[in-house]
Nanobody, 127 residues
Framework: QVQLVESGGDVVQVGASLRLSCAVS????????VGWFRQAPRQEREFVGA????????TYTDSVKGRFTISRDNSRNTAYLQMNSLKPEDTAVYYC????????????????????WGQGTQVTVSS
């Protein structure tokens, strides 16, 4: 059974940086594209970014472009979300998700395309 576990959430000040990790077990991360989503209180879950199976391409929602970077280390079966210049509006529970795909250079922004989800990690940015 595939399991995803996020870690790294914290309470930080505006402008700080955080790196979230998503550890995958049960199957090699090589088989999956990875996406990051977030959900703020009383809001819908939204797409943050995604990285292809190969790691050669990634896509981001406009509000995080230039501040957030997704990476992956298939040897460690772990994906990462590096978040810089954090803002109060980045406060949310962050979820990683894995998508089975045969495509090595492809990302999806649609939560419905993802097969496995982590439990989430809280990020709070205070001003």
């Amino acid at each position: 059974q595939v399991q995803l576990v996020e870690s790294g959430g914290d309470v930080v000040q505006v402008g700080a940086s955080l790196r979230l990790s998503c550890a995958v077990s049960g199957r090699s991360l090589n088989n999956f594209g990875v996406g990051w989503f977030r959900q703020a209180p009383r809001q819908e879950r939204e797409f943050v970014g995604a990285i292809s199976r190969s790691g050669s391409s990634a896509t981001y929602t406009d509000s995080v472009k230039g501040r957030f970077t997704i990476s992956r280390d298939n040897s460690r079966n772990t994906a990462y979300l590096q978040m810089n210049s954090l803002k109060p509006e980045d406060t949310a529970v962050y979820y990683c998700a894995a998508r089975r795909t045969i495509l090595t250079v492809s990302e999806s922004t649609d939560a419905a395309d993802y097969n496995y989800w982590g439990q989430g990690t809280q990020v709070t940015v205070s001003s």
